[in-house]
């Protein structure tokens, strides 16, 4: 009986520890009555529990910038206390299909260093990760962070996952088939690693930190080498039972269509991803890349103009169907082509309002993503502080961008 009521005593001090935590990470800086105030808990209960967090080295006391006396009658200024941020960190990576992207962040979000590399990931799979082991581990070095303190990394991958057993079938990832991505990066980093592919990577950071924060419904869509689509729902990412919900970019568009890298004829990806596009320019303008293709169509060129308007409205036929489906408050289109802003993003909106219900169009906007390129590595960040089980690392409601840091 006794140990069953140390053991109930214990586990409510830990629920009111992360009470005190959640008021501290949704309020930053703040006194010891109002996190009192805020949480319902005694004055004294709050006192205990944040000396426990300051012996534990997770909470510093900072005095009001206000100088303001704390009563009329004067006396010193209120203390507050706050989340040290430097009592923990998280790990982003970012894999495309011919780059790699890394960073470290506090548990503010704030970026401590970051870096960027060219290399072969569909191929080579195992040389991928054995660079990505490396990067962290010069990132951990640059950013002064104690190894010990790295709380978990978040990690992206452009391919579907299956999320029961996270192993890679995707015939996208040649060298990656078979692999459990995740435990090999832990095996590499001794540290827990969350995976998802890139979709969801990036709708999670546009989510967190982006364009979709406050959302309830939101879709993102990919649009780069290959088409995906990430959902998040009430800020948490929608993955379907096998985790390949939001496959948008294999949807058929024409069964007689190009053969697709999956496999199948017509996916929605053989006509408009950016190989593609470029593709159907070959033969006015020669050879060119999709930096090429936006710069020009940024230019007037009336080519490249068509070429991506009748994407987007190719485009705009799938997330009718999706917004049918489902029901978003916000689409986010992001990857290399949404640069091409209104060119692309006008015909898909007029696509969505023929093809999608009324009710539906009346309920969704359509936007380009604020975090650009950087939405896949930001989303890895937030990543793994979601599915970690450490609340310090949750990312909390209006986070604010990440800052700071930047690509070496």
């Known amino acids: 009986m006794g140990q069953l009521r140390t053991g109930s005593l214990e586990s409510l001090r830990e629920r009111n520890r992360l009470r005190v935590i959640d008021a501290l990470r949704t309020r930053g800086a703040i006194s010891r009555a109002d996190i009192a105030r805020q949480t319902g808990l005694s004055r004294s209960t709050v006192s205990s529990l944040v000396g426990d967090l300051q012996a534990a080295g997770l909470v510093v006391e900072r005095v009001a910038e206000s ?5 009329p009658q004067g006396g010193r200024p209120p203390v507050l206390v706050a989340l040290d941020q430097s009592a923990g960190a998280v790990v982003g990576l ?41 990067l962290v581990g010069e990132l951990i070095e640059e950013a002064g962070v104690e190894r010990d303190r790295v709380l978990a990394a978040g990690m992206g991958l452009p391919g579907p996952i299956e999320r029961e057993s996270g192993v890679v ?34 709708a999670l950071g546009e989510s967190t930190f982006g364009v979709g924060r406050g959302t ?95 994407a987007g409205r190719v485009v705009g036929r799938a ?11 916000l689409v986010v289109v992001g990857g290399d082509l949404s640069v091409a802003g209104d060119v692309l993003l006008e015909p898909m909106r007029e696509a969505v309002r023929r093809f999608a219900i009324p009710a539906a169009v009346e309920d969704v906007e359509i936007v380009a993503g604020t975090l650009g390129g950087r939405a896949e590595l930001l989303g890895a960040l937030a990543l793994a502080g979601h599915e970690s089980e450490d609340p310090l690392t949750i990312p909390v409601p209006n986070m604010s961008h990440p800052t700071g840091g930047g690509a070496r």
């Open 94 to 134: 970012d894999f495309g299909h011919d780059s790699l992207r890394v960073a470290i962040a506090d548990l503010s979000y704030a970026i401590l260093a970051e870096t960027y590399a060219e290399l072969e990931v569909d191929t080579a799979a195992h040389d991928a990760l054995d660079t990505a082991a490396r």
């Open 319 to 329: 997330v009718a169907d999706l917004c049918n489906y489902l029901n978003p408050d």
């Open 169 to 202: 079938h995707s015939p996208i990832l040649p060298s990656w088939v078979g692999l459990n991505p995740a435990n090999e990066m832990e095996e590499r980093l001794e540290l827990p690693v969350h995976l998802d592919n890139d979709a969801n990577v990036g």
């Open 216 to 310: 309830h419904v939101m879709a993102y869509l990919r649009l780069s080498a290959g088409i995906g689509a990430g959902l998040v729902i009430n800020g948490r990412p929608f993955r379907g039972a096998r985790g390949i919900a939001g496959e948008i970019g294999h949807v058929l568009v024409d069964p007689q269509g190009p053969i697709c890298r999956c496999g199948n004829r017509g996916c929605l990806e053989t006509f408009v991803a950016g190989p593609a596009l470029c593709e159907l320019l070959r033969r006015s303008h020669g050879p060119l890349t999709v930096h090429d293709l936006l710069r020009l169509a940024e230019e007037g060129d009336a080519g490249c103009q068509r070429v991506l308007a009748d």
């Open 67 to 71: 100088a303001a006396p704390a009563s």
